[in-house]
């Protein structure tokens, strides 16, 4: 954490011009019909994205990994670190959990440690796609779907503990990413290895405490590079409608085919008030991981723009959804990228908030095409940073958290502290 | 068609070379414990794929088209040519019909035609992709989809009245290909145009009667670049539930993201009851619409693993599902073409009831990888050309039927009955 | 064409609040040391865009066309279409031929119109991938790369035939794509295929006057399914590398596999000094040829970002590039779909100007992975409207120029004038 | 090694099916035009495919791995290793290395090794894409690319290093494979990281002896995932053309965007005569490192249909190719994936020594597209396998080698001497 007098000292630089572009920007917005500047600010104090304990230290992929050093070593390091991410921008108020990496051997502590720090646990994750030393059963051939029904059994057990770690933290989700499936034609039933899913499923969910929701998370590819036993949102759709009404599906970006429109996934499983959790992150071939919104930007929009319309339909029973950002920080250090994965979507979130809806909606019944994507692109292309920067302000925190971050030279206190090798659990 | 003399004669000289081969292929067969060659003959010959008439033309892209002259410009000249393919291969017992392309003017003489060459009329497929001429509508828009009831309406309607020409000829199945979706982001607001569909498709369900089947296909691009309303097999599942059990899902080979795993979406669908339908055509980059199994054999044949292994499975209570080739005739003799595809697909449809799958079954409970892989590819490389021959022989084919068109000549008939420049209606 | 009275009175109630927008943003790029607002716009007034004759009409796709009416019956009313562009953008001041649909029959009479409403010929286009009435070989199986010489001679002819008509009319570039192909294995021989191309090409370029350039487009799939002869970059490269230096490769946006990084090609194109023309579209799933940037804004910055680069670069030894717009306009009218293409272009064109170069360079050079994206994205997220508005403000034109296309009610005259089911020659 | 015995009593009870298999199959091609059994069976005893060293254990994804046990833990037990495939199969004669993990600490032992058991190294392999331990430089933002002198200069001299280790052992061929890119838009500079990358790589070959081949590779994606700075065989290429006569671009079957035409990349360079090497794997999805073969079996044989097209064409002048295996084996016991490999790519390379080469070229003149593909279709279709296996057994290995490696449970004894958690080096 920054000592406010710190965070007092770097924004001062910066509020002349901030206050400036804002009412710039402010003025205009009133010209428009759609929204005020403060309504958009108000709104955008209000989003909340978790971040996930494994995405605080370096990631890598199969190939090698090049840690930057001072990682988080501990749940409480790793709470100190999103605590210091909130105190910069005000929209980090979550953490995600995942077991067995963050099992907490100090629950009293890591409670006090949250509240202070105005943070609360998000949702709890399960691992059952590496095996753990010591554990009785591999999980090599799959888990919840395997052949054997002694995997199944330690793959259950495992979720509900995990549901029993949550309930000690206050955690309300619980998100199952299942990475079994096969490599090769042949090697898996697919009829059996969903039927055995949904069994496993259902056993997780029987244990579900009346106020969670359990999310399934779908991929269609990696680990298993031939079949995935949840591939598409449609078997995340028919597995949650045969558990229940607190089971919803859960999208995570860089989960697509390539060229899929996810924007309408999105919509698609509002108007079926199935949408309970996002996972964010930036992909161009594939669960790439990449900061979000550094790729496709417009497609985040699109997604917000669905998100926003769905969210003033009264039409639309759909239950609120749980963001989080899931992302691996290759090269970058990864505190400055969730930071900047947060911008994006704000960013993306508030262009989302400017869109003129009737307007929009007149055009959708008129088929004007080239009028309706105006009317988005009139909101994608207004620069709402001033928005954006105006919501950290007011939530307390930097005008520029990243450059802030950079200025407090944080990084080189956590590794004064941590070590240069220190290295989180993770991917 | 051909005198039975002519096929005679075309076959005479094969004959004794398909004896030989047969014969030691039986004996392979007999060593091991799958099926024996006559058991597969048998289901061969039971085994029909219907000929859409619109692949009985030249087909073209929009770059353009290049006709190959003698293609028939009537139903009746349509049911002539599907006549001679079933013929030559006994395996193309079905046309399904494409309205307003194929509206009957003559019932009665068309029925007659149909049972003179034993053929039946497969199902039923409306067409509100295009405008007809003095039509009270447009389509440019979408149709069941579309903001004005107006058109809906009318598009309601154009495929209830593809209900009744199919009842005068004894159809049993009807397809919806809806083209509907967007060229723009904005265009079309996601959840009003799934409302809209569902409604309409609803309308028509009310109006199937009740031993039709409602066959819902989906499509993820082309003709609309941005969204389509139903682009994925999840849309189709959704929609059919809703309507009922007589609505099912139709599956196009083409209508795939890169690198779908299409065999999965197959034995899923059949997992749930909900695979009614089946359009096979050959695709490498999208809805290509080539020859079946001319560019990926390999899938086609773990497709029908899936096929056989489900129709073996007594706890699989999947309908039966409606085959049709739906390919586009560019550069070759549109029934050669056909002829070709449908070899193809008895080609994988055999290659598939060699599967041991007792055996198989004990490889996947067991995770051995290595072995399931090999008990497929054990079949599928086993050349079943004696098979696939011998049921045409059986059902007084010919033993090699694009060879027979050839020799026959049959082409250079049809041109000069029909002409040069005669053109089929289609695509 | 709009009167210039008609032109002022739209604009006229706009003006007050662009110059306050203009006057706003030109005084934050002051803040900067990128590039001022006067600057960009120097640069956006002198950057043109082509329009293809081709590109005028209502396209459509294999299945179906729903024309939109008064498109151009003749290369005069043409012209005059792109005459109307250009007064309202002021950077529309070339058009596309193709031939055989625009052999000019006035060429005195041509020259007179471009001249008047200061337009030129931008570049030739021949046709081989459609058979002409009357013609003697037909481009069923392929032109320049046909296994008949007799096709290939005819090919080649009219290519040469395409550089006269085009030195008529002041043309310096003549572009060829070859939709040459085949659709299934074995049909085509991959070297001689090449080979054949590579010597067709050679006697066309031998034909090239002194001062042309000849430009080799690629595509990886359609109108052919399996394989084009020339699918990517590469294959152009090698191509023009055989031919000479007046041969430079032009890329189309659409004309990519899934997932291509289209602006490091640019780059490395630039680099080989081998960039030699430019297609605009927008495309989601193929060569969908939807208005540019409606569908990946930030590709398109990041394109422009890369040009914009080379351009300032003293070290980079490419030609002059040809910019095209080459879309298909099924939905929007044409006009308006043209001038939203050509704004979104110069949109992405003035967010790259205002790139800090040296900035990034540094961050580049510092493997500062955060601060360089940061560096682009200040860029991209700046709203350049004004400066596009005061860009087409100083050219006479309109400071929005779709907006003013539709209060003039202009395609309500040119449908009156040429008639509701006009159609104009093209895809 | 097994003893000469073991692997005689594993054949034994195959051998009288084999032989009339053999001999039907024999008779069968005799009544066809393009090659006889024994002539086949000659070529594929002179095909030797290469191992790496790094595919002997076991491989994993970013997400995990699960060790098999047993796993080689040193360049002799690698050796060992390939001696047992080579006994089996006759048709893995070289092992490729990579260092720094091969280094040869006892290299008079290892060539005694290697030629006790008739092997050969095949290609040496640099790794700048992990750092290690004590390395003065990092690698975490490139190496022969890096925007630091030192960086390229450590890569360049850790190639050289390579080429040194490679001549004490009698290697012949480099091959480098480059991991250098970039994960964000903006984080390295495309023109200049080319540039930096042919510098380096000239410095490399300058180090070349002059009987050596230096391979090229190319890969799209991953571990960078926005680009790459060699991603496609045009950029390699262009490398090649840089350096001189003794580079050649390596194709890996799994570096590829979807739907990538490979074979008629292969095609085309080898009509340049820069076809150099080819590392063979399956994929579904991206670099997935699959059995070969496993997934797409007929594009497989079309790939070895061009280089056998190349092969018996004397106007292609393209080197000898070097062929390895470049496979991961998550879930497969390595030695049975790469006997598995080493069997599929037999397998087609067989079917295309059977295609009718003359007629193929007679239809393709014709374009005949239905008996082009017919041709190459009825070589597929043929069941090659007791070709293959008569390979096996001329060349003194197990008819069914994956089998005879189980009966002989072999990787018992590895686990037995190495031990269960003895773990290679390698992805």
Redesign the interface.
Known sequence: MLLAQQLHDLNAPLVA?HEA?YH?LSE?LD?RSAASAAAVVAQLRQFQVAVPSWALGT??????R?PGGGEPRSLEEKIADVALLHQLNGSSNAISLHIPWDIPTDVAGAQQQLAAAGLRIDSMNSNT???QPGQAQ?????SLAS??AAVRAQAVQHNIECLEYGRQLGALVHTVWL?DG???????????A??RTQESLAAIYGALPPDWTLLVEYK????N???MVI?????S??LCQAMGPQAQVLVDLGHH?????I??IV??L???GRLGGFHFNG????D????TG?????QLF?IF??LV??AQ?AT?HNPAVAYMIDA?H????PL??LL?STDNIL?AYAKSLLVDRPA??A?????D??L?????RDA????V?PLVAEAYRQAGGALRP?AAYRQATHRAGLIAQRGRHALATG?
């Not at 096969?182 to 059996?192: A, D, E, M, V």
């Not at 591939?231 to 078997?235: A, F, K, Q, V």
């Open positions: 011009g572009n710039h205009q010209q990631g890598g992929t199969r190939f090698g090049f796609f590496q095996d591999t999980y090599k051939f799959g052949t054997d990475a096969s490599n090769f034609p042949g090697q898996q039933h697919f009829r059996g969903y039927q269609p590819f990696e680990p590079f031939y079949s591939p598409d949102w449609g078997t759709y028919a085919l390539p060229n899929t429109n924007e309408q919509g698609r509002q108007h079926f992909s161009m071939y594939g790439d991981d990449l900061t550094s790729i496709k930007p417009f699109l723009n669905e319309d769905s339909d639309v691996s290759n090269t970058k250090d400055e990228d900047q960013t929009l909606q055009a959708q019944a008129a088929n095409a080239a309706a994507e105006d009317l988005l994608f292309l207004t620069d940073r990243v991917l």
